[in-house]
T-cell receptor
Framework: GAVVSQHPSWVICKSGTSVKIECRSL??????MFWYRQFPKQSLMLMAT?????????EQGVEKDKFLINHASLTLSTLTVTSAHPEDSSFYIC?????????FGPGTRLTVL | GQQVMQIPQYQHVQEGEDFTTYCNSS?????IQWYKQRPGGHPVFLIQ?????EVKKQKRLTFQFGEAKKNSSLHITATQTTDVGTYFC????????FGAGTRLFVKA
């Protein structure tokens, strides 16, 4: 199946700093990628839809100025958590579609101290 | 927006017992997808159901889509320890919206 990579796999940062997470589709082009957040023992919550060449579409309740999304190319989307705070600590997962199937990246575990 | 409700939240079974998780929607779904997430891992696509009343099997896993396309189930026959994880149903479409998931614990 298609492969989606994420970098970094984990990051620990101080409160107030910004963290960038990269999502890449390695063997296919993705005009659309999705960013999810998952808190421990909870489901995946869709944060935003990343569109290549245009602005991301954010779900209700997700601050677009805090979670900056850039879909620079057909194989790369980035999520920047700006001025991170401890409550932003979570597992962030991206995905991309290839037909009906969604392929997920391995996730990035963010811990904000 | 549309939501898919999933039950039970978690289930403990003895190895060899069967397991079923259920997914329900108040509105008609165009399709339903099922994913498995192992502890510490990311969701992995299992299957998509599209047709009313559809039944699909993958070895010990049986997936059903209701006649009204408002509910779905995943049944595992004779569970094994490798079945441990969280099973999510998801409303497919342009955006994939996940149910709450059912955590399966299997005791050897």
């Amino acid at each position: 199946g298609a492969v989606v990579s994420q970098h970094p796999s984990w990051v620990i940062c101080k409160s107030g700093t910004s963290v960038k997470i990269e999502c890449r589709s390695l063997d296919f082009q993705a005009t659309t990628m999705f960013w999810y957040r998952q808190f421990p023992k909870q489901s995946l919550m869709l944060m935003a839809t990343s569109n290549e060449g245009s602005k991301a579409t954010y779900e209700q309740g997700v601050e677009k100025d805090k979670f900056l999304i850039n879909h620079a190319s057909l194989t790369l989307s980035t999520l920047t958590v700006t001025s991170a705070h401890p409550e932003d600590s979570s597992f962030y997962i991206c995905s991309a579609s290839a037909g009906p199937e969604q392929f997920f990246g391995p996730g990035t575990r963010l811990t904000v101290l | 927006g549309q939501q898919v409700m999933q039950i039970p939240q978690y289930q403990h079974v003895q190895e060899g017992e069967d397991f079923t998780t259920y997914c329900n929607s108040s509105t008609t779904l165009s399709n339903i997808q099922w994913y498995k997430q192992r502890p510490g891992g990311h969701p992995v696509f299992l299957i998509q159901l599209v047709k009313s009343g559809e039944v699909k099997k993958q070895k010990r896993l049986t997936f059903q889509f209701g006649e009204a396309k408002k509910n779905s189930s995943l049944h595992i026959t004779a569970t094994q320890t490798t079945d441990v994880g969280t099973y999510f149903c998801a409303q497919g479409g342009f955006k994939t919206i996940f149910g709450a998931g059912t955590r399966l614990f299997v005791k050897a």
